[in-house]
């Protein structure tokens, strides 16, 4: 089993940036690929970004690529979300979970085994 804490939500402008974070502990941390979703109010959990367990493969979804870069420290037991350039509509709360053993990084959040209670990022135009 794995718990995972995300940090760094908040208020930010329009074209602002913003580092997520998400510290896990349990069992062995790069056993996991790693993905991040948000929520917005009235709308379904949607996919953001996932990085494979060894950090060789990404796949974001279109509305954030070129935008957001997710990467770990499988080190520190960590993966991280910076958040550039953010929009408005990109205010949501983000979570982020965890897909055990998985070979590549998915999109689809029945996949994964665990996630964490989320943390707000709310960006104001």
């Known amino acids: 089993q794995v718990q995972l804490v995300e940090s760094g939500g908040g208020l930010v402008q329009a074209g602002g940036s913003v580092r997520l974070s998400c510290a896990a502990s349990g069992r062995t941390f790069s056993a996991y690929a790693m993905g991040w979703f948000r929520q917005a109010p009235g709308k379904e959990r949607e996919f953001v970004a996932a990085i494979s367990r060894s950090s060789d493969n990404t796949r974001y979804a279109d509305s954030v690529k070129g935008r957001f870069t997710i990467s770990r420290d499988n080190a520190k037991n960590t993966v991280s979300l910076q958040m550039n350039s953010l929009k408005p509509e990109d205010t949501a709360i983000y979570y982020c979970?965890?897909?055990?053993?998985?070979?590549?990084?998915?999109?689809?959040?029945?996949?994964?085994?665990?996630w964490g209670q989320g943390t707000q990022v709310t960006v104001s135009s």
């Open positions: 979970a965890a897909d055990h053993l998985a070979l590549i990084p998915t999109a689809v959040a029945a996949e994964y085994d665990y």
